[in-house]
């Protein structure tokens, strides 16, 4: 089969595509004919080696999937050939063919399109997990949401779940076409961060007194100034850190406004922690991905994917994330879906 093989740590444009082994079939696992993967900034720091996982060389990077399962192993229950579905995956989804455990795999509606289903296991389950579980953000209705990177995966995600649960939802982004975004996904207001300080427009929008909770995937300068305008007794949870700067957190602002900052790591629930504890959290995920595929078809959801590569073309599809063009998510297409699509 084909894949993006990384027998190095190294920068993503070194990698080529090569003919790699199909990977094995453990118990527990189920194999896939990989019609959509997931290209996000974080692919670009694992294959570096500057992730906080790393995979064993040589590995197939890429951990979000869809597809068809093409043959299960002993102990799998909940799926059979045939099924369509999407994954998150240790490693492995930048090929056409990959393995996925039974326990971080769902089945998918039937009105689903497979390069769709990708900004549901991450960019939407972790927005779902900042906003929703109670140990995070648990934003309520009729509170303010203050959502940066808005046109981002997780951002649109962040956007639109904010507006199910009855959120006023404050968006910022870089450009008119990126605001123009946001508003279409349900954003109450959206700000550009480049016209100036975002801090003094939150603080107009919300007759100064801040806002409730704050979902920060950029950092850096973006954090700090976020820390200005929340609501006494407010939230914040930084969700990654694009602008390439992990930020200090003054503790003396955490106390004055009894701020609560929230990190949340996705990938522990998925099994990518040493002590590997997916099963133990295996019905809290299957119960949030129910509950956003119930979203999706009653028309709640609108995943956003702004642009689609064949698998040879994963360079391109890099460069379009890391350049920061991208508005939604980008994905990687292949076998029937690239037919369909005309990749």
């Given at each position: 089969?084909?894949?993006?093989?990384?027998?190095?740590w190294?920068?993503?444009?070194?990698?080529?595509?090569?003919?790699?082994?199909?990977?094995?079939l453990?118990?527990?696992?189920?194999?896939?004919?990989?019609?959509?993967a997931?290209?996000?900034?974080?692919?670009?720091?694992?294959?570096a080696?500057?992730?906080?996982?790393?995979?064993?060389?040589?590995?197939?990077?890429?951990?979000?999937?869809?597809?068809?399962v093409?043959?299960v192993?002993?102990?799998?229950?909940?799926?059979q050939?045939?099924?369509?579905?999407?994954?998150?995956?240790?490693?492995?989804?930048?090929?056409?063919?990959?393995?996925?455990?039974?326990?971080?795999?769902?089945?998918?509606?039937?009105?689903?399109e497979?390069h769709?289903?990708i900004?549901?296991?991450?960019?939407?389950?972790?927005?779902?997990?900042?906003?929703?579980?109670?140990?995070l953000?648990?934003?309520?209705a009729?509170?303010?949401?203050?959502?940066?990177?808005?046109?981002?995966?997780?951002?649109?995600?962040?956007?639109?779940?904010?507006?199910?649960?009855?959120?006023?939802?404050?968006?910022?982004?870089?450009?008119?076409?990126?605001?123009?975004?946001?508003?279409s996904?349900?954003?109450?207001?959206?700000?550009?961060?480049?016209?100036?300080?975002?801090?003094?427009?939150?603080?107009?929008?919300?007759?100064g007194?801040?806002?409730?909770?704050?979902?920060?995937?950029?950092?850096?300068?973006v954090?700090?100034?976020?820390?200005?305008?929340?609501?006494?007794?407010?939230?914040?949870?930084?969700?990654?850190?694009?602008?390439?700067?992990?930020?200090?957190?003054?503790?003396?602002?955490?106390?004055?406004?009894?701020?609560?900052?929230?990190?949340?790591?996705?990938?522990?629930?998925?099994?990518?922690?040493?002590?590997?504890?997916?099963?133990?959290?295996?019905?809290?995920?299957?119960?949030?991905?129910?509950?956003?595929?119930?979203?999706?078809d009653?028309?709640?959801?609108?995943?956003?994917?702004?642009?689609?590569?064949?698998?040879?073309?994963?360079?391109?599809?890099?460069?379009?994330?890391?350049?920061?063009?991208a508005?939604?998510?980008?994905?990687?297409?292949?076998?029937?879906?690239?037919?369909?699509?005309?990749?």
């Amino acid at each position: 089969m084909r894949g993006v093989l990384v027998e190095e740590w190294t920068e993503f444009d070194k990698l080529q595509l090569a003919e790699c082994p199909n990977p094995m079939l453990q118990p527990g696992q189920m194999r896939i004919k990989t019609q959509a993967a997931g290209v996000s900034f974080a692919t670009s720091l694992i294959v570096a080696g500057k992730y906080q996982r790393k995979p064993p060389l040589p590995f197939v990077p890429g951990t979000e999937v869809s597809g068809v399962v093409t043959e299960v192993a002993d102990g799998v229950t909940r799926f059979q050939v045939g099924d369509r579905v999407a994954s998150v995956i240790d490693w492995g989804g930048l090929a056409e063919e990959t393995v996925a455990f039974e326990v971080n795999t769902f089945k998918i509606p039937d009105s689903l399109e497979f390069h769709k289903a990708i900004c549901f296991t991450n960019s939407y389950g972790t927005s779902y997990a900042a906003l929703v579980w109670p140990h995070l953000l648990r934003l309520e209705a009729g509170q303010t949401l203050l959502v940066h990177g808005a046109a981002g995966g997780v951002g649109v995600a962040a956007v639109e779940i904010g507006k199910i649960l009855g959120a006023n939802v404050i968006a910022t982004a870089g450009s008119a076409e990126k605001l123009d975004i946001v508003r279409s996904h349900g954003a109450d207001h959206a700000i550009n961060y480049r016209d100036g300080p975002f801090r003094d427009q939150v603080l107009d929008l919300t007759n100064g007194r801040g806002v409730d909770a704050i979902y920060d995937p950029v950092g850096g300068e973006v954090f700090e100034q976020s820390l200005r305008c929340i609501a006494p007794e407010g939230r914040i949870m930084p969700v990654g850190f694009a602008a390439g700067t992990i930020q200090q957190i003054p503790a003396n602002i955490l106390l004055v406004k009894n701020i609560t900052v929230c990190g949340l790591n996705m990938g522990y629930y998925m099994g990518w922690s040493p002590d590997d504890v997916r099963d133990k959290y295996g019905d809290r995920l299957a119960a949030m991905m129910t509950q956003l595929f119930a979203w999706f078809d009653e028309g709640h959801l609108n995943p956003r994917v702004s642009a689609t590569f064949a698998l040879p073309d994963f360079q391109q599809a890099m460069a379009l994330v890391l350049g920061r063009q991208a508005q939604g998510r980008v994905a990687l297409v292949m076998n029937e879906e690239a037919a369909r699509l005309g990749k």
